[in-house]
Nanobody, 120 residues
């Protein structure tokens, strides 16, 4: 079992920045993949970015060049630095942890979500 605690959401103007944090209840180095997803009203949840435990990152096209995912093993925290925010980035952002269950599948764990609103 893994509990994920997110923080850092809020209201920001277009062009502004926010940093989201996610702290898992177990050591980051024991989690295979960490990531951020988001869900806007009336839309499906979508992948924003992932980072695997060796540090390789992956981004959705709509955030490339604006968002950066990172992890600090010493602080046992994952981050999402969001710059140049746009109104269409408004959504609830969820932290996700994937732990390998067997050779073909992972067990997913989710945080409670944090609201990000981009508006003037």
């Amino acid at each position: 079992q893994v509990q994920l605690v997110e923080s850092g959401g809020g209201l920001v103007q277009p062009g502004g920045s926010l940093r989201l944090s996610c702290a898992p209840s177990r050591s980051l180095i024991t989690i295979d993949i960490m990531g951020w997803y988001r869900q806007a009203p009336g839309k499906q949840r979508e992948l924003v970015a992932t980072i695997i435990n060796v540090g390789t990152t992956n981004y959705a096209d709509f955030v490339k060049g604006r968002f950066t995912i990172s992890r600090d093993n010493a602080r046992n925290t994952m981050y999402l630095q969001m710059n140049s925010l746009k109104p269409e980035d408004t959504a609830v952002y969820y932290c996700n942890a994937k732990i390998r269950r067997d050779w073909t599948s992972y067990q997913d764990y989710w945080g409670q979500g944090t609201q990000v609103t981009v508006s003037s």
